[in-house]
């Protein structure tokens, strides 16, 4: 048997495997970007029984955690529709998992070419 024949299929299994995570934590910056707390146009308070938040691709959105603020415009990928709030708000700031679910930004929900 040769062994490049055996190292392609062991070397597949190892970047399958891989992929799942990549997958389930992309990069911050794919997740959109801080924004100044005057740039909002929304306002989302978080409780400790906050679980989720629901907003849309292109929404800018002061979250309020008690006595602390961040900003977050929301900038998702095509095919991203969630993700843990908790890895883009500053460190220490939410004391449990909060999950964003983010609608298309309808600005890019076009149905093609309409000039006909």
């Known amino acids: 048997m040769k062994t490049s024949l055996l190292l392609s299929p062991v070397f ?3 970047l399958t495997a891989a ?3 990549y997958a389930a934590e992309p990069r911050i910056d794919l997740l959109g970007m801080s924004a100044p707390d005057t740039a909002a146009t929304r306002t989302i308070a978080i409780t400790p029984g906050t679980r989720y938040v629901n907003v849309t691709g292109g929404d800018i959105v002061k979250f309020v955690v008690g ?3 961040f900003t977050w ?3 998702l990928p095509i095919g ?3 993700f843990e709030l908790n890895r883009v708000a500053p460190p220490g700031l939410l004391d449990h998992t909060v999950t964003a679910y983010v609608a298309p930004d309808p600005r890019y929900m076009g149905g093609g070419d309409r000039s006909k």
């Open 73 to 75: 415009n929301f900038l």
């Open 67 to 69: 006595e602390k603020t």
């Open 12 to 14: 597949a299994a190892v």
């Open 80 to 82: 991203m529709s969630s």
């Open 19 to 21: 992929l799942p995570s």
